[in-house]
């Protein structure tokens, strides 16, 4: 029996779906205090993850989204930037470029994303070239046909290949520069096509034994993208891996959230299943372009007491 087989029958990977879904909607029925909603609602801003991932992008768009991502409210020095901006492989340097000196880090999507439907030799390659050109962060996608057909081996040996590409990418990277460079590997698992909560707790399980530094739920193409039941089952799958390894792994719902009040149901979850070492962009993100604007406007009428209309926001 392989390693990772043996690991996965060591464990419980049973959830109950009813249980999942009635406690992540106590959770997100939770209000939130005045004070302590602007506090939340300025941290949600600093964990997003600004994404354009179409066919139409250009360096026109990617400068547009990049300089919303360094000052998402220009003139309010209260607000703060957002954790990162994930664009196309071909997009990575005007990116840097853009954002350079700011803090916001650029996250590349790789391994042929959104499908995952590439020969491994591929995948690495692209993997590389991602970093080469300056991304931060790989946002990789995992097989999921060979996941359901039960090869969790090859999941494995894949992801665990695409990190050690990323370590080895980064030192090399290191020694050139002069300046250390670590990128980190998140592994989305594309919930929407696992179909039961069992696999998506069977998929986290492996993902992080074989070294991503986040699990994301979403790719942003399939439906449905991330929601609350199946982040929990995830976030219980970090918090049973600190436990049994000691190892501290991010998380990063992607898709489908779109307003403050999602997106403070999502913080309300993460404190209550990991607790507030994990409140930090370093190990939670929220994949959600669309809900920037509207945690905005949410500060604006705390501020207030009246909402601006969304024609004062920008829509990059």
Known sequence: MSKVLSYLNSINLSVDEIGAKERAAMLASRSIKTESKMHALKLAISMIDLTTLEGKDSEGKVIAMCRKAISPKPGDSSIPHVAAVCVYPNLIRIAKQTVE?????????????PSGQYPLKIKLEDTKRAIFDGADEIDMVISRGEFLEGNYDFVF???KQIKECCVISSEALSQKSGKRVDVHLKVILETGELETFDNVRRASFIAMMAGADFIKTSTGKVQPAAT????????????????????IIGMKPAGGIKTSKDAIAYLVLVNETLGVKWLTPDLF???????????LMQIEKQKSGYYQSADYFTND
């Open 101 to 113: 000196g700011s803090g916001v880090k650029v996250a590349s999507v790789a391994t042929s994303f």
């Open 157 to 159: 040996d894949e992801i």
């Open 228 to 247: 609350l039941p199946v982040t929990l089952v995830m976030l219980e799958a970090i918090r049973d891996f600190y436990d049994d390894t000691g190892k």
């Open 285 to 295: 993100r929220l994949g959600a372009s669309s809900v920037l604007n509207d945690i």
